[in-house]
């Protein structure tokens, strides 16, 4: 698989005394949607401007397209910034028409474009409407388009669905996965697991400026998780199980149900059921899942008294 983007030894700080990026290694195929997922703080939209150009590094090596960062690599990466840069005076195609121009694209091809970003975002009946008049879904969808307008080889999401209604998420996810299936590479940055889990192949976790594991979606929860993962459901849900329970790690826990870790399905399985008897009232083996994966990575466990 070719490589679109490799970073090595980022280190990057805003001032000299606080360095927010902390020697960042980071690959990014060609093809891939790849999710940079961390808390807030930890780096992710500071790592999208390094990559961008926008910031320069203290120290490290970025290329794009195995080249070093320049105009004609900038002009082959799109950004969709969580702090929209529109023009709420402007009419949705002016806005679009507008980033086409400071990409330098221009006359019929540019229109071409700007009709064929609308019609994939979905707004080119709103086109005449000024921005100031859309919805926050909506203007995530201009947001969009004013990102891709230029057909860009990759794209970058800053928390694309952030600020956005529930409902309204899956539309957007769409958008992500059609631009892909036109062969864009993806780059999502989010602090919502699940989000990454639905949309991703490839996955980066930050955690305080470090990137602290990186790799396919699958062969990291598969690197994570070696034993089986089983799912407790309990008749209630009573503190003194946690010691019954103490030298398997649990990953999860809520109300009457918890997750986790066994080293063998068939004899832990069992010895589960004879320690806590009518009390349990199910076990049943469960696929982990990136949100264990980043619990275990990032997390502090759910509930302190089961630190085991
Ligand atoms: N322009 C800036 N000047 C100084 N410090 C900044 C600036 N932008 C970000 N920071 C600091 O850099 C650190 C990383 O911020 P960044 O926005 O990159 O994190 P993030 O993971 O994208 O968070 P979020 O998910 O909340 O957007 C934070 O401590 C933040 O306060």
């Given at each position: 698989?070719?490589?679109?983007?490799?970073?090595?030894?980022?280190?990057?700080?805003?001032?000299?005394?606080?360095?927010?990026?902390?020697?960042?290694?980071?690959?990014?195929?060609?093809?891939?949607?790849?999710?940079?997922?961390?808390?807030?703080?930890?780096?992710?939209?500071?790592?999208?401007?390094?990559?961008?150009?926008?910031?320069?590094?203290?120290?490290?090596?970025?290329?794009?397209?195995?080249?070093?960062?320049?105009?004609?690599?900038?002009?082959?990466?799109?950004?969709?910034?969580?702090?929209k840069?529109l023009?709420y005076?402007?009419?949705v195609?002016?806005n679009?028409?507008?980033?086409?121009?400071?990409?330098?694209?221009?006359?019929?091809?540019?229109?071409?474009?700007?009709?064929?970003?609308?019609?994939?975002v979905?707004l080119?009946?709103e086109?005449?409407?000024?921005a100031l008049s859309l919805t926050d879904e909506q203007l995530q969808r201009l947001n969009i388009a004013c990102?891709?307008?230029?057909?860009?080889?990759?794209?970058?999401?800053?928390?694309?669905?952030?600020g956005i209604?529930?409902?309204a998420?899956?539309?957007?996810?769409?958008?992500?996965?059609?631009?892909?299936?036109?062969?864009?590479?993806?780059?999502?940055?989010?602090?919502?697991?699940?989000?990454?889990?639905?949309?991703?192949?490839?996955?980066?976790?930050?955690?305080?400026?470090?990137?602290?594991?990186?790799?396919?979606?699958?062969?990291?929860?598969?690197?994570?998780?070696?034993?089986?993962?089983?799912?407790?459901?309990?008749?209630?849900?009573?503190?003194?199980?946690?010691?019954?329970?103490?030298?398997?790690?649990?990953?999860?826990?809520?109300?009457?149900?918890?997750?986790?870790?066994?080293?063998?399905?068939?004899?832990?399985?069992?010895?589960?059921?004879?320690?806590?008897?009518?009390?349990?009232?199910?076990?049943?083996?469960?696929?982990?899942?990136?949100?264990?994966?980043?619990?275990?990575?990032?997390?502090?466990?759910?509930?302190?008294?089961?630190?085991?």
């Amino acid at each position: 698989m070719r490589t679109v983007f490799r970073g090595d030894s980022i280190r990057f700080g805003y001032d000299k005394h606080h360095p927010v990026l902390k020697d960042i290694a980071i690959t990014i195929e060609d093809q891939s949607i790849y999710g940079l997922v961390g808390p807030a703080g930890s780096g992710k939209t500071t790592l999208a401007k390094v990559m961008l150009g926008l910031e320069k590094p203290d120290r490290g090596t970025l290329t794009w397209f195995n080249e070093r960062i320049n105009h004609s690599t900038n002009r082959r990466v799109g950004y969709v910034p969580h702090k929209k840069a529109l023009f709420y005076d402007l009419t949705v195609y002016e806005n679009v028409m507008l980033f086409g121009k400071l990409y330098r694209h221009r006359g019929a091809r540019l229109k071409q474009q700007v009709e064929q970003a609308l019609q994939l975002v979905g707004l080119w009946e709103e086109r005449r409407q000024d921005a100031l008049s859309l919805t926050d879904e909506q203007l995530q969808r201009l947001n969009i388009a004013c990102g891709m307008v230029h057909r860009p080889d990759v794209i970058i999401f800053d928390e694309a669905t952030s600020g956005i209604e529930v409902e309204a998420i899956p539309f957007i996810h769409a958008i992500v996965r059609q631009l892909h299936d036109l062969g864009m590479t993806i780059i999502y940055l989010s602090q919502n697991i699940a989000e990454i889990e639905q949309l991703c192949t490839h996955v980066g976790v930050l955690k305080d400026g470090c990137m602290i594991a990186e790799g396919r979606l699958d062969s990291l929860i598969a690197q994570y998780f070696k034993n089986p993962v089983a799912k407790l459901e309990l008749e209630e849900y009573v503190e003194e199980l946690t010691t019954q329970l103490s030298h398997y790690s649990i990953l999860y826990s809520e109300a009457n149900t918890l997750l986790l870790e066994a080293m063998d399905q068939q004899h832990d399985f069992q010895k589960i059921r004879s320690v806590l008897g009518k009390k349990l009232r199910r076990i049943s083996p469960v696929e982990p899942r990136l949100a264990n994966v980043y619990d275990r990575l990032v997390r502090r466990p759910r509930i302190d008294h089961h630190s085991l």
